[in-house]
């Protein structure tokens, strides 16, 4: 007779349904939603880590959470998705209404381990939507301010229409963050620095010796940015990165997002820069 097969918890292969409660227009194509379960709640998530969301009669896809609810008996009742209408599940789920039904799966991949940064001195580098799975790295850090040296806030974005969370980000240096922000593109009336990210590393204040960073946004920007941050002298192995990949399981399972010997849905999205550099750095890998 043969062994019976190991048991999958249904969040990780049957969407689990969630209603949306509150849509916030972010830009011309992008949304917060925040979501919470009307009955059964998945496992609690962690900073970094993704969901599948559904939209019934559509399709998934892969959304970082931008912020997460305090856990109900480690059960994740509330989450918060900053997505980019771009292809037809992310524009059915840009178009949803608080009231709305949508499908979650998850939590899948690994996290950003902020706990482990604590001590040591914090450099958080977001390029465009790249800060939404930043921001539950922030908003820890910054609620156990004490427990961390330096911290500095590094945001780029195309144009000053294309950043995110501005009422929010003018709030973290009050709770101690160095924070500098930089367009691409200036518009009518931006007084603010113009550049790419990677501008803002050489007069950030930080000790590379004693420092962890936090890197997302599109791909070139954070090769470049990490490269940044190791010429100054921080250690590769300190620097995190979120990988992107088409993943269309998130548990492993289908081996689409796989990357070299990685399987980003299973393996990632957050590695350190020692591990992601020789994959990342090979063109069309």
């Not at 003018?170 to 518009?187: C, I, K």
């Amino acid at each position: 007779m043969s062994a019976p097969a190991p048991a999958v918890e249904i969040g990780l292969s049957v969407p689990r349904t969630y209603r949306v409660t509150s849509r916030r227009i972010d830009t011309d194509d992008t949304v917060t939603l925040a979501i919470e379960s009307d009955a059964d709640p998945l496992a609690q998530f962690a900073p970094g880590q993704f969901a599948m969301l559904t939209a019934y009669g559509i399709g998934e896809v892969p959304i970082s959470v931008s912020a997460i609810g305090e856990p109900e008996q480690g059960r994740a009742r509330r989450l918060v998705h900053t997505l980019r209408a771009v292809g037809a599940v992310t524009r059915a789920l840009h178009a949803a209404r608080p009231g709305d039904v949508i499908g979650v799966r998850g939590p899948f991949g690994t996290s950003w381990d902020v706990a482990s940064a604590a001590g040591h001195d914090v450099v958080i580098v977001a390029g465009g939507i790249g800060l939404a799975p930043l921001r539950p790295v922030v908003r820890s850090v910054l609620a156990d301010r004490a427990r961390y040296g330096r911290v500095a806030v590094l945001i780029g974005g195309r144009t000053p229409a294309d950043l995110f969370y501005r009422d929010e980000v003018s709030s973290f240096a009050a709770a101690g963050a160095e924070v500098a922000v930089t367009v691409d593109r200036p518009a009518d009336g931006w007084t603010g620095q113009v550049g790419v990210v990677t501008t803002l590393i050489p007069p950030a204040r930080f000790d590379p010796a004693r420092t962890v960073a936090f890197l997302c946004g599109p791909e070139i920007m954070m090769r470049f940015t990490a490269q940044a941050l190791i010429a100054r002298g921080v250690a590769a192995h300190r620097v995190r990165v979120s990988l992107e990949r088409n993943m269309r399981c998130g548990a492993g399972w289908c081996g689409h997002c796989q990357l070299g010997p990685m399987l980003v849905c299973r393996d990632g999205p957050v590695i350190d820069y020692a591990r992601a550099e020789p994959l990342i750095s090979v063109r069309e890998l």
